[in-house]
């Protein structure tokens, strides 16, 4: 099987990218898998204070993904997979093609300000020519609507 993975975090254009895999995976028989990192200087501070904030960090992905695997299951009847990882997000985005071989296409939301597409997009465009997998790019104000017809 196929799979799209999309990453989860706090961006607006987050949401366009869950909406696009999860529609992409229901039409072509694939899966998702949602991978969210936490950045390793997140928890700089003392051990016992680090493990506490590591875990709570843990519990508020997990409530995010809820949101977006519920609405996968009942609206597209795709059941996604969550990954967490922790350390640098292109890192830990390639590691992760690396080591599911499913994986078939990297979707990425694009951000709609004046700043660019995002870090995330920037960053992994300017290295596509050697990423073993396509990258899909999002458009953040893309409505439903549209998503739907490109899907």
Same mark, same amino acid.
């Given at each position: $099987?196929?799979? !799209? #993975?999309?990453? &989860?975090?706090? +961006?607006?254009?987050?949401? @366009?990218? $869950?909406? !696009?895999a999860a529609m992409r995976a229901a039409r072509t028989g694939g899966g998702v898998k949602i991978l969210s990192i936490i950045?390793?200087?997140? !928890? @700089?501070?003392?051990?016992?204070? +680090?493990?506490? $904030?590591?875990?709570? %960090?843990? *519990?508020? /992905?997990?409530?995010?993904?809820?949101? !977006?695997?519920?609405?996968?299951?009942?609206?597209?009847?795709?059941?996604?997979?969550?990954? /967490?990882?922790?350390?640098?997000? =292109? @890192? *830990?985005?390639?590691?992760?093609?690396?080591?599911?071989?499913?994986?078939?296409? &990297?979707?990425?939301?694009?951000? @709609?300000?004046?700043?660019?597409?995002?870090? &995330? =997009? +920037?960053? &992994? +465009?300017?290295?596509s020519a050697s990423l073993p997998v396509p990258i899909t790019v999002v458009p953040g104000d893309l409505t439903k609507e549209? #998503? *739907?017809?490109? %899907?």
């Amino acid at each position: $099987m196929r799979k !799209f #993975l999309v990453v &989860l975090d706090d +961006s607006r254009e987050c949401l @366009n990218a $869950m909406r !696009f895999a999860a529609m992409r995976a229901a039409r072509t028989g694939g899966g998702v898998k949602i991978l969210s990192i936490i950045p390793p200087e997140e !928890f @700089n501070h003392w051990i016992g204070v +680090s493990d506490l $904030m590591r875990e709570e %960090t843990r *519990e508020r /992905i997990e409530v995010h993904y809820e949101v !977006f695997a519920k609405w996968m299951r009942d609206r597209q009847g795709v059941d996604p997979e969550l990954k /967490i990882r922790e350390g640098e997000a =292109v @890192n *830990e985005i390639l590691a992760e093609i690396k080591e599911d071989e499913e994986i078939g296409v &990297l979707v990425l939301g694009a951000g @709609n300000d004046r700043k660019g597409p995002g870090p &995330l =997009v +920037s960053q &992994l +465009s300017r290295n596509s020519a050697s990423l073993p997998v396509p990258i899909t790019v999002v458009p953040g104000d893309l409505t439903k609507e549209q #998503l *739907e017809a490109v %899907t």
